[in-house]
């Protein structure tokens, strides 16, 4: 009887480490040129131009398309196997300008830049340097987030889910920036003029920015398959998805953001609340005297 050799798994070609960098790439120029997009918005409504600005919307679009780009770069890395600890460096740097400096820069000169200017002066300024220090929160925020991830191996959220499902812990920098994305593409990206919208705008930067530096739960989809999916449902449910992105994109993609950052503070209410249930002492059963 021959015994069947096992021949070692050949290693991946030279050619397949430069696809997650390309994807990297991508991620980086797109990262840039929102930046430079939220410029030429902001001169376009230095003009006077304050209702619908095409070039937040296009910084807008670039960071959401950047995250995709981000989500595919690990996911090929995997699948190849090609991992390095060169491409996870690269791509973090990259995170840190297409979802930290990026959304910070659209943030700032939609939000912020052009209040009304029958606002009172002072009330005006103060907002304003309230608004660029939780701008520049945000982007610490991202980074740290960034940085806590490179260096843990096995992270362990503050409330753990199920085993067999991975999890981030905290707000993902990609789901951040796409919350801030997602907003102001929703809003057509006209500039927020109305003080009371701006300190809504400077608290919801604040907690996003929070989210993400939090210890809670974040499904991150690692252990979901999109090559071979286990039943036509999901062939079903992403042709449903890229329909409805596809003619209603502002509600649905506003809704995908919102829902996702959501999650997180969702689930640690939801373990907040069990664990008071279950401290709870049960009552003591009344005793009957005859």
Known sequence: MSSATHHPPRPPRRAAYILPSLFTAGNLFLGFLAITKAFQGAMLAATG?????PHWEAAALMIGAASVLDGLDGKIARMTNTASDFGRELDSLADVIAFGVAPAILAWVWGFHFLDSSTDPHL??????????????FVMCGASRLARFNITTNPLPKNPGRPDRKYFVGLPIP????????????????????WPYTVAWTALLAFVAFLMVSTWRYRSFKDFNYVNPKSPVSVIGFGTLIYLVWNYSQPVLLGI???????????????????RVR????????????
Not at 49 to 53: D, S, Y
Not at 124 to 137: A, C, K, M, P, S
Not at 257 to 275: D, N, P, Q
């Open 124 to 137: 005006r300024e103060q907002i304003q340097r309230v608004g660029f220090f939780f701008v520049f929160l």
């Open 49 to 53: 131009v304050l209702g619908r600005n």
């Open 279 to 290: 401290r709870r002492p049960d009552p003591q059963p009344k005793v009957q005297h005859s």
């Open 175 to 194: 789901a951040g920036a796409a919350v801030i994305a997602a907003i102001v593409y929703a809003c057509d990206s006209a500039p927020l003029q109305y």
């Open 257 to 275: 953001a919102t829902f996702y950052a959501g999650s997180g503070v969702m689930i640690r209410l939801g373990g907040i609340i069990k664990r």
